[in-house]
């Protein structure tokens, strides 16, 4: 082997593995949770407060695409499923709940509820490949948002609506196992080996 050779092909072995090792990173899983209704929080949040109470029916609901039917993951609620989420034991007095909680509440059975869950999640693992595959270090970023809404019907008429939530979601995992592959072995072969 010439000389002139030996540079090229160091250059081609760095080159390949700089190529192998960009995309080991793009081999790491990643997750995505959304609800297709709302692009974002703050959507969600103008659909819910425009909601007028005593005003806002169902053609309202149905427009705004807020009805179980058109909004996935929503929990329709029952006049008792009401009342365990809006009375909590002895500590409110109905002066203490919204005007809307208590038309509801003695509506009894003409009184419904609708709890809406919309997410925009997504989770990845990030970080060197290797080590994540080897599992010396796993690192996984969750960003998005989270919002929940709730909504008070008597006689398909809205009397109460309120919502909370998550506007902005950035948490970070990061595991470290010095022992990687072996790490979760330990216990295993301690109980195995009596």
């Not at 919309?118 to 595959?133: L, Q």
């Not at 948002?145 to 809205?158: H, Q, S, Y």
């Not at 196992?177 to 072996?182: A, E, M, T």
Request: glycine fraction near 6%; hydrophobic fraction near 40%.
């Amino acid at each position: 082997m010439s000389m002139e050779t030996h540079p090229l092909l160091k250059t081609a072995s760095v080159l390949c593995t700089t190529v192998l090792l960009c995309a080991c990173a793009s081999l790491l899983p990643q997750a995505r949770t959304e609800s297709p209704a709302f692009q974002s929080f703050e959507a969600a949040r103008q659909a819910i407060e425009s909601l007028i109470p005593q005003t806002s029916n169902i053609a309202t609901l149905t427009e705004k695409g807020l009805t179980p039917t058109s909004q996935p993951n929503t929990v329709i609620l029952t006049h008792a499923d009401v009342v365990r989420k809006m009375v909590s034991g002895n500590v409110l007095d109905r002066k203490d709940l919204d005007p809307g909680i208590v038309t509801c509440l003695q509506a009894r059975d003409a009184c419904r509820g609708w709890e809406l869950n919309v997410a925009n999640i997504s989770k990845a693992r990030t970080g060197n490949f290797f080590a994540d595959f080897l599992n010396f270090k796993r690192r996984i970023e969750t960003t998005g948002w989270r919002f929940n809404a709730m909504i008070l019907l008597v006689d398909d008429v809205v009397v109460y609506r309120g919502w909370g939530g998550q506007p902005v979601i950035n948490e970070v995992e990061i595991q470290t196992n010095p022992l990687g592959p072996l790490q979760d072995m330990g216990p295993a072969v301690v109980t195995s080996g009596r």
